[in-house]
């Protein structure tokens, strides 16, 4: 697919430490393509201690808008004029719009987990859900569930003074949250298993083939819903395959995250279709 490219080309882009492997450039520009709206996405590696330079260079160079990965999505917002409420709550912003010079950033993967927890999931409303991790990511997929009104969540963590961080960070977004959230160690998820319906890994936990298990993966039971954010099958996603569970990795929250920010930039619908062959054709030759 050709792309055009002239005096008239708007610029967005991700900025990440390392960004190399980033597959959004590939869908996002696909996607204006696809609208026939003159951008192109690119990928910026920025080391951390260039970022406010970087952020600077988005309003010097009328870059329109620009995804933040990581390591720089909580780092980024002090250096914002602006964020949404879930920048707020979260405390990490991947998404940023260049609105002449003034700079607001969102976060999409709240969205994006949502969007593509649906797909397997139409209804979470009524399900219990244990999330392991209590990072920028849990925070994100905490805020998502909690808006979809989900009323039990076990979120388990090496360090629970950090859940409990994020239940006083999330007090005025539900006054109930401590009702909703229950924190545990990490040595404690076998033992709860048996109280929830999804299952939901948020660390990087997996990333690595060597990484040791989370728990003991054959406590799982088929009924269980299983998600990893990691793009790829990891050992837990493997051993839930082996139970016949539900299962997802990470690949629709990265989607659906992306059509979020496409959407807040152009104001147009994103392309979620033609996005989704892209970035799965492209993952399905990696993995």
């Given at each position: 697919?050709?792309i055009?490219?002239?005096?008239?080309?708007?610029?967005?882009?991700?900025?990440?430490?390392?960004?190399?492997?980033?597959?959004?450039?590939?869908?996002?520009?696909?996607?204006?393509?696809?609208?026939k709206?003159?951008a192109?996405?690119?990928?910026?590696e920025?080391?951390?201690?260039?970022?406010?330079?970087?952020?600077?260079g988005?309003?010097?160079?009328?870059?329109?808008?620009?995804?933040?990965?990581?390591?720089?999505?909580?780092?980024?917002?002090?250096?914002?004029?602006?964020?949404?409420?879930?920048?707020?709550?979260?405390?990490?912003?991947?998404?940023?719009?260049?609105?002449?010079?003034?700079?607001?950033?969102?976060?999409?993967?709240?969205?994006?987990?949502?969007?593509?927890?649906?797909?397997?999931?139409?209804?979470?409303?009524?399900?219990?859900?244990?999330?392991?991790?209590?990072?920028?990511?849990?925070?994100?997929?905490?805020?998502?569930?909690?808006?979809?009104?989900?009323?039990?969540?076990?979120?388990?963590?090496?360090?629970?003074?950090?859940?409990?961080?994020?239940?006083?960070?999330?007090?005025?977004?539900?006054?109930?949250v401590?009702?909703?959230?229950?924190?545990?160690?990490?040595?404690?998820?076998?033992e709860?298993?048996?109280?929830?319906?999804?299952?939901?890994?948020?660390t990087?936990?997996?990333?690595?083939?060597?990484?040791?298990?989370?728990?003991?993966?054959?406590?799982?039971?088929?009924?269980?819903?299983?998600?990893?954010?990691?793009?790829?099958?990891?050992?837990?996603l493997?051993?839930?395959?082996?139970?016949?569970?539900?299962?997802?990795?990470?690949?629709?929250?990265?989607?659906?995250?992306?059509?979020?920010?496409?959407?807040?930039?152009?104001?147009?619908?994103?392309?979620?279709?033609?996005?989704?062959?892209?970035?799965?054709?492209?993952?399905?030759?990696?993995?």
């Amino acid at each position: 697919m050709e792309i055009p490219v002239n005096g008239e080309t708007e610029v967005y882009g991700i900025i990440g430490y390392p960004v190399r492997h980033s597959k959004s450039p590939q869908f996002q520009t696909g996607a204006f393509l696809s609208l026939k709206i003159n951008a192109i996405y690119l990928p910026f590696e920025v080391k951390p201690e260039n970022l406010e330079d970087a952020v600077k260079g988005i309003k010097a160079l009328s870059i329109k808008g620009i995804n933040i990965t990581v390591p720089h999505k909580e780092e980024v917002v002090k250096y914002l004029d602006e964020v949404s409420e879930e920048v707020r709550y979260i405390g990490a912003c991947n998404t940023i719009k260049n609105i002449d010079g003034y700079l607001k950033g969102y976060n999409t993967d709240a969205y994006g987990f949502i969007e593509g927890l649906k797909e397997i999931l139409p209804d979470p409303y009524n399900k219990s859900f244990l999330v392991i991790g209590a990072g920028g990511a849990s925070r994100a997929v905490l805020y998502g569930l909690i808006k979809e009104g989900v009323q039990k969540i076990v979120v388990a963590n090496r360090t629970v003074e950090k859940i409990y961080e994020i239940i006083k960070d999330f007090k005025t977004l539900n006054r109930f949250v401590d009702q909703i959230i229950q924190p545990i160690s990490l040595d404690q998820i076998e033992e709860k298993l048996g109280e929830v319906d999804v299952i939901v890994n948020t660390t990087s936990v997996g990333l690595k083939d060597e990484d040791p298990p989370l728990f003991n993966y054959s406590k799982i039971r088929k009924d269980h819903i299983v998600i990893d954010i990691i793009y790829k099958k990891t050992k837990l996603l493997q051993k839930a395959e082996e139970k016949g569970c539900l299962y997802q990795d990470g690949l629709p929250m990265l989607l659906y995250q992306g059509a979020k920010a496409f959407e807040i930039w152009t104001g147009q619908k994103a392309p979620i279709d033609f996005m989704k062959r892209i970035l799965f054709k492209d993952f399905s030759s990696d993995f």
